[in-house]
């Protein structure tokens, strides 16, 4: 009896090892699941970190693409906007410097008239005194010199106003 309770203990024991090394064998198992189920996790957040890190720089070289494009742009119609203003300012004093140019032309034109009319009457007076001279030369009544005198002599009103 007392060997068969021996035999039956020496089993239990045996079937508590069993089940202990079973045990701990499973729970092993599981830790090394576990922490392959954690590697795991860790390189696919790892990979999706550097997809997601690739994706904002390929977001970040566009934007600054798109900006240099935007400055060139702004640039360029910066100029072409200086440009136009510079020609239009090239324009207004070419047109400032011709209306000068007319008016100059055409004061001196005006002096240059009063001056040929200042002459002409200058002439007509000369040609009026020689011929009432003549006149007087001539033995005309100084009664008729004197009303052909005060006739010629008379000033004559210009066709130009002034």
């Known amino acids: 009896a007392k060997r068969i309770q021996e035999e039956v203990e020496r089993d ?3 079937k508590d090892k069993e089940t202990a090394v079973k045990k701990a ?10 922490e392959q189920q954690v590697q795991m996790q860790e390189h696919f957040l790892a990979i999706e970190a550097q997809r997601e890190r ?12 798109g900006q240099i494009q935007e400055e060139v742009k702004d640039r360029n119609a910066r100029s072409k906007r200086l440009h136009h203003a510079e020609e239009v300012r ?3 004093k070419e047109k400032e410097t011709d ?3 007319n008016r100059q032309m055409f004061f001196e034109e005006g002096i240059k008239l009063d001056q040929e009319a200042t ?3 200058r002439r007509l007076d000369e040609i009026k005194k020689k011929k009432l001279e003549e006149l007087q030369g001539a033995g005309v009544p100084s009664k008729y010199v ?6 010629a002599m008379k000033p004559q ?3 130009i106003t002034h």
């Open 12 to 14: 239990q024991r045996k």
């Open 25 to 34: 064998q499973t729970e092993a198992q599981l830790r090394r699941a576990r």
């Open 54 to 65: 690739q994706e904002f720089e390929r977001v970040l070289a566009v934007q600054q693409k």
């Open 90 to 92: 090239k324009q207004i």
């Open 99 to 101: 209306l000068i140019h």
């Open 119 to 121: 002459e002409r009457r």
């Open 146 to 151: 004197n009303e052909v005198s005060r006739r």
């Open 157 to 159: 009103t210009s066709l």
